[in-house]
């Protein structure tokens, strides 16, 4: 047909006259037509070829459809040396079709509504897409027909105008105008597939007709995009993964809906969907989802997933739910019912640092848990419940009061190592005998309860601590037939709910617990801090070795609290134990000198200082002897002392970081100021911290000015008074060198 013409008011459309013609000839032997776009840069070359020869030729182009009046084979090689029958185009990007029947007097005839000879107004898109539904072809049979106009066709031959209307493509947004299939490119305004770098738009604003499905058919190509975004005020338009197909998304999926007509989300049904970052926003309810909810699923984000108002996660299924693999941040700003979890994994495997947060106090709950992490940790910023496993391959459960993790009454752990336990205190509820995976730094020390009694609901919470339960918990008194107790760690372990009773087995582990000797381990024990001392609460199972083993309660235990390793012998050592640290004037500087009896893992001291016996400052370090069962000395000197009193305390830190404090000692030093007498306890004894010479008088009065006791200064800088004998009250110590006196007051 000729004076065919476009009109167009972006100017975008041209019709290129294809050897020295302004019209083609679709009456007879069959022929094809070419949409296509220039490219800019390099820009898009035509070349008429020569008259008559059929052989134009198209450089830097993209072939947007390629229509052919051969009704089959549908291909370039089977017509590429035919004549009048030149195949579709290789390289098409979309739009390529023959309709079916004849190939001669092949008619476009108008779509309904429209009548000729007026057509409604569409854009250049949408005129592909009626020119490229085959519905729209027929054949006239012969030319006289194929040239008599109707109520649907006119006679191309006395010219016709297609209105195009103005309207852009934008590459990656959905229209779904024919059907539900992803990998139909008529489905999208650029006429094109998305790849890597198309950012995905599905939005009711832009009219789609149909939801989008991923794996229309079975074993569709892999789907790729930039971003996915779902935006929904109006129709709810979704997108579904199946049939084992893959999508691709390298940056987030997000999923908005404004207005409440229906939920808009994602759902896969059966196959892969990897992307970044997911975000999840609704105006009501639970109204912008992403579905997983069939095991066997890939579904990994390697970022953040986070959950906002009228947000949902679901991934609850039917006995099984769906497992999804997040490398960041796990976010809940709802509230617990935006998160379907019952039989669903989350599965943490990202190297570095991740959380669990929520916004509010309520508590989180989670199908299973999985730690798959290579290094850090995953830290709990909220309380939050797992109801089926927790399971630990890899990385800490960071935890804390009250952001701790509580596992049901049928839940479980699984894996836990050096490398992978709750770093913190976690609670179990329930009857069962149960293993508390706890530890601190880089040490799991599990606690086991057993033959529990109670029902349940009722629960326990456990915590491990790497400290001297001396200082944390109780003074060193230990009721016999106990020898000692751990001067290294201890458990606290107490009722969370209920009135449960258990026997409580604790595990001793080489370097960790201070050593255990070998031939001694059926004297160790466990122990129980009862307000007053340590209890030994008896040995009823001893299993393993020195190096590696577990004590068991020798009853079951009805009160709770804190509990550690204990011995009946001394041969176990348990403690690194610091005998005594002790410092005294030594002329101008002052010496320290301290001494251990035992030494496990033991890495340093650090000599600390302080003038107010409150802030202090490391002073000196001394290498410690790492493992020793016989006593050692050390000595040194503080060779710049400051002036009137100062007071000292030894640190000592193991290889792993933990360290212990001794006891405060006071000095001051003689003709160091003029600081008046001070007279301090220790628990057993009173001494007198002064700056008198040794053979210094010592006199100590009642509130009448009698003297009750008498003596001499025996050290420098610091002497025990003597008040044997006396009675609790106020008293008057004097101190004198024969021609300097000083006094001051104390109350035994």
Known sequence: AGGVSFVSPDVNWT??????????????????????????????????????????????????????????????????????????????????????????????????????????????????????????????????????????????????????????????????????????????DDAEIPISTSPVLIDPVYAPINSCVVGVNVAP???????????????????????????QVGGAVNVTRTSFSGPVGVTMLNGTLTATNLNLTGNAGQQAYFRNEVIGNTVAFNGNIQINAGGELDLQGAGVGGTVSLTGNYTNNADAVSFDELYSTLNFNGAGSQSINTLGSFTENFGSVALNKASNDLTLNTAIT?????????????????????????????????????????????????????????VMRPVTLSLLTGGATDAFVAEYFPADPHTSIGVPIESPPLDHISYCEYWIVNRAAGTPNAWVRLNWLDPQSCGVTSGFEAQMRVAKWDTTMWRDKGNSLITGNYLNGTVTTSVQQTAFGAFTLASLVSQNPLPIELMYFVARPDGKEVKLDWATATEINNDYFTVERSDDGVTFTDLMRVDGSGNSTSTINYTDQDRWP?????YYRLRQTDYDGTSTHSDIVTVQMSGKGDQAITVMHDGSSVFAVHDFAVGSSIEVMDMTGRVVQQGKVTSEGRTLVPVNALIPGAYLLRMSDGTRSESTRFVL
């Not at 005020?233 to 084992?244: H, K, M, P, S, Y």
């Not at 400051?642 to 100062?646: I, T």
């Open 386 to 442: 797992v109801q089926t496993t927790l399971t630990m391959n890899g990385g800490r459960l960071m935890t804390s009061t009250p952001n701790m993790v509580t596992l049901s009454n049928v839940s479980n752990v699984n894996g836990a190592s050096l490398a992978s336990f709750v770093h913190g205190p976690m609670t179990k509820i329930g009857n069962i005998n149960f293993a508390f995976r706890i530890g601190k730094g880089t």
């Open 221 to 247: 190509p892999t789907a790729y995009c930039q971003t996915l975004t779902l935006n929904s005020a109006g129709a709810a338009r979704n997108l579904t993964v199946q049939n084992g197909a893959v999508l």
């Open 15 to 188: 019709v290129t006259n294809l050897n020295s013609f302004s019209s083609f000839n679709l009456n007879s032997g069959g022929d094809q037509v070419i949409f296509l776009q220039p490219l800019t840069a390099p820009a898009g070359v035509y070349s008429q070829g020569t008259v008559n020869t059929n052989n134009a030729t198209f450089t830097n182009c993209t072939f947007l459809y390629g229509f052919s009046t051969v009704a089959a084979p549908n291909d370039w090689v089977s017509f590429a040396a035919s004549t009048q029958r030149s195949g579709l185009p290789p390289g098409s990007l979309c739009f390529s079709m023959s309709p079916a029947g004849s190939t001669d007097f092949v008619k476009y005839v108008a779509p309904l509504p429209d009548a000729f000879p007026v057509y409604t107004l569409r854009t250049q898109r949408q005129w592909i897409i009626e020119i490229d539904d085959n519905t729209r072809w027929v054949s006239e049979g012969n030319c006289a027909t194929y040239n008599t106009p109707s109520a649907t066709s006119p006679n191309y031959a006395g010219g016709f105008t297609f209105p195009v209307t103005a309207g852009g493509f934008v590459n990656g947004r959905w229209t779904g105008a024919k059907n539900t299939d992803w990998f139909d490119c008529r489905n999208w």
């Open 642 to 646: 400051l002036s009137g009193v100062s």
